[in-house]
């Protein structure tokens, strides 16, 4: 089992900058891969970005790039992502991911952009 804790989220304003973490503990060494997920109200989850543990490669969806950077701490077992000159639609509870030979998520951190 993994256990997944996340903290950072928050309010912000248009143009501004948070940074989530995600600790992760329990079966860690079984983890590929680590990211970030958001879910909009009446959305369907969508994947944010992604790192994978042993090369660091990373994936980001589309309309982030140039603007959130994920990254991860092996001795903190911990996984960040920087999320820069922020926009109302990225307004969205964001979710940390760890796959194994299974998917887990943590409970979510919400974060608003207002305009």
């Known amino acids: 089992q993994v256990q997944l804790v996340e903290s950072g989220g928050g309010l912000v304003q248009a143009g501004g900058s948070l940074r989530l973490s995600c600790a992760a503990s329990?079966?860690?060494?079984?983890?590929?891969?680590m990211g970030w997920y958001r879910q909009a109200p009446g959305k369907q989850r969508e994947l944010v970005a992604t790192?994978?543990?042993?090369?660091?490669?990373?994936n980001y969806l589309e309309s982030v790039k140039g603007r959130f950077t994920i990254s991860r701490d092996n001795a903190k077992n911990t996984v960040y992502l920087q999320m820069n000159s922020l926009k109302p639609e990225d307004t969205a509870v964001y979710y940390c991911?760890?796959?194994?030979?299974?998917?887990?998520w943590g409970q979510g951190t919400q974060v608003t952009v207002s305009s």
């Open positions: 790192i994978t543990t042993n090369d660091g490669s990373m």
């Open positions: 329990g079966s860690i060494f079984s983890i590929n891969v």
């Open positions: 991911y760890a796959r194994s030979y299974r998917s887990y």
